[in-house]
């Protein structure tokens, strides 16, 4: 493999930081006392938590753009991946025990990040096919899926599962505005820095600073630009911090690398713990609800965690024998 697209091991260690946040972020959502959820430091804690998808997309838009490293590769095995990815996020939502429900197909429709992550994967496959100008139509598209945000909160074909992705106007956690733009602005973030602790890093960090801490004097201020460039800052920082320590911290950071390659199954062992699982009668949503103090959460948090991250350990122990 070319020195230009070996894996880069910080880029493990970010998304595993990022599911780490994840899962915490779940677990106090769902189990901290809603009287807690209600004080002024959970509500500022509330903005980090927010910086968690912006990162995963970001990470997976890098990522694309570092595997093929400006190299036209078959679409079609990364095009499997993504469908299967949008097939997972489908099922997650099946009202398995309640098909006949009236509002059954408006749960299988609903549309959150893992979808808005396939069809971001796709829209960059279709970029790469423009070659040498491919920077250029990622560009395009990401100033198009931030710019039309507001606009897309009104668009309506009166078709649900195609609605789904405008707008969270009928249930939907997430949509492609502006979301898709996050791992836009990560693919094009390799084509400025290969990933390495350069000069490139510190102008990228520099990039996310302006991003991040200008916005309140920008044009729009409280508008949706402010929303998506300013989290986008927060990444690109977070990014260039990561790769900075990565490799000093190698030693002591092995189970989070492991978590970020299993960031996937990480993800569904999880939800399904918190929201499908019956443990025993009923799944940990309504067996504890929102109840418990901060020492319960992290409790709960560390015990999910824990849970789904051996299970991704077995996951990638059992594709090693499989090779």
Known sequence: MPPSTQRL???????GLAVLGMVWTHSANTFLDARLQDTAWYHELSYYHGLIAPAFFWIAGF???HVTAGKPRPAL???KRLLMVLLIAYLMYVPWNDLLHAQAWRAVCTVNVLHCLAISGMLMLLAERAGRWRHAVVAVMMVLFVGLQKSAESWHTGVLFIDQYFNRNQGSLFALFPWVGFGLAGFLTRGLWSGRVDGKAALVFVLGALLAFAQPYSPWPDGPPEFFLERLGWVMMAAVLVACVAERLSA????LRLAGRESLLLYVVHLMLIHAVPLPRQPLQFL??????????FLIFGGLFAVSLALGWGNERRKVRGK
């Not at 091991?9 to 998304?15: I, M």
């Not at 504890?288 to 959460?297: A, D, F, S």
């Open 288 to 297: 504890i609800g929102m109840t418990q103090p901060l020492w319960g959460g």
């Open 252 to 255: 002591v950071t092995g189970w």
């Open 77 to 79: 095995p990364a095009l």
């Open 9 to 15: 091991l910080w880029l493990d260690l970010f998304r």
């Open 63 to 65: 990522v694309r753009e």
